[in-house]
């Protein structure tokens, strides 16, 4: 298996994995504390350790869980392992994140999610959200015998490829390819301008050339459709419409769905493998297939960040706290920027201009307050919210999440970033 290759005995590992519960299916550690990349996140010894749990029972685990580490987790643990369970499951991206644990003298944050919900999206993309950081090199800590999860493991690398594949023209480069295979998990997530560092995609791929070539060498060797040089680094593959049709097809079922969900037309309810011929003979194939894979993990990544305002509890507020640097820069630059913030507990929305930064004069509240605020968040992020104008003194001192907003050009994308701020009670906006 392709994925084998990046196995690591590192003690560091297993003496962190030795403080959690040992029922496992898989395990692994991800990100810069890992790999090293380029940039701001280079200093490997200062980067936090991030790992993702994968567990049959999650109720059992958290159960156990909770008996060694109670610490790690929000105000929800009072509810118990069932509610903590459901809420990994059925919001977000099916994964529940304890952030910002210091653990063997080194600060970590983990991830859980159930071995259904991965294999699901590893074979699906349903959401490309765990499944994305497995097609970037990983360090496996643990792993059993689950066939099923071998095989979709497998799968989600081929898938990987044949996605970039259709992203490319028919002569790149090694770089080329792992460029696009390592942007697919971040294609349209709404982070990525503003939250993280616009060259995060080439500062992961740059130092790690040999790495993703250690993860996907063996499957481009014995793909049919390319034509690998290893030593030169290149590729050529076959671009004819007949050869983007076979691609496609073996795309996974939820990115077909939305290539066919963008692609018909009202009234047409053609069905995929039709949609799919189409789009083989688009001139315009790739750019289809990059606008499915956004509409898969924009809304992924806005969930599970909206979610994580719950799980993570104060460290969600540590953890934001630490993005703002410069952000009192955009004020004196006139940055032509709208702000929104949204009361996480409630729906009241603060909208102002990036030059009156110093003061808010204009609170918006939504009429009724019984929808949740991650519609709110979802619905403010497609389009500003109109709700009729109120006083701020009708809002006690809060938390509230802030957002910038801003159009990217080169993507034609908005791109919002969640900052931390609080309002005092002279009605002061104040960037902490």
């Not at 049959?56 to 869980?65: C, F, G, I, Q, T």
């Not at 030059?355 to 307050?369: D, E, F, Y």
């Amino acid at each position: 298996m392709a994925l084998q290759a990046l196995q690591s005995s590192g003690v560091t590992f297993r003496k962190i994995l030795s403080h959690f519960p040992e029922e496992l299916s898989l395990a692994f550690a991800y990100g810069s504390g890992v790999y090293r990349q380029a940039g701001p996140s280079s200093d490997q010894k200062k980067a936090m350790l991030d790992f993702v749990f994968t567990v049959d029972d999650p109720v059992e685990w958290h159960s156990k869980n909770l008996k060694k580490n109670w610490n790690h987790y929000s105000f929800l643990k009072i509810f118990g392992p069932r509610i903590i369970s459901t809420v990994q499951n059925n919001y977000g991206a099916g994964v529940y994140y304890n952030p910002l644990i210091m653990c063997d003298g080194r600060l970590i944050k983990y991830g859980v999610i159930s071995t259904s919900t991965l294999i699901e999206d590893l074979l699906n993309w349903n959401n490309l959200y765990i499944a994305g950081r497995l097609q970037k090199p990983v360090k496996i800590v643990a792993m059993n015998e689950n066939v099923a999860l071998r095989s979709a493991l497998d799968k989600n690398l081929k898938s990987a490829v044949t996605a970039a594949f259709l992203m490319l023209p028919e002569s790149f480069s090694e770089e080329d390819l792992f460029l696009e295979i390592a942007g697919l998990s971040y294609s349209g997530d709404f982070r990525m301008v503003v939250g993280e560092d616009r060259m995060k995609v080439l500062n992961i791929v740059k130092p790690n050339i040999a790495h993703f070539r250690e993860l996907y060498g063996s499957i481009l060797q014995e793909n049919p459709q390319v034509v690998y040089k290893i030593q030169q680094g290149s590729l050529e593959i076959d671009k004819s419409p007949e050869g983007q049709f076979t691609q496609l097809l073996t795309l996974p079922k939820t990115l077909q769905q939305q290539i066919n969900h963008i692609m018909d037309l009202p009234g047409k309810n053609r069905d995929v493998e039709e949609t799919l011929l189409q789009v083989a003979h688009d001139p315009d194939c790739g750019d289809v297939v990059r606008l499915a894979l956004s509409a898969i993990v924009r809304p992924s990544s806005m969930r599970q960040s909206t979610k994580g305002i719950f799980t993570a509890g104060k460290n969600f507020l540590k953890s934001t706290l630490t993005i703002p640097a410069g952000l009192k820069g955009l004020s004196a630059a006139g940055e032509n920027v709208k702000l929104y913030v949204y009361l996480a507990s409630a729906c009241a929305v603060l909208a102002f201009d990036g030059p009156n930064l110093g003061h808010c004069s204009n609170i918006r509240q939504a009429a009724g307050a019984v929808i949740p605020a991650s519609e709110v968040l979802l619905d403010g992020f497609a389009a500003p919210l109109h709700f009729p104008s109120c006083s701020l003194h009708a809002v006690s001192p809060h938390v509230f999440i802030f957002m910038k907003v801003t159009y990217d050009t080169v993507t034609k994308t908005v791109v919002p970033c969640f900052l931390p701020l609080f309002i005092s009670r002279d009605n002061r906006l104040q960037l902490s």
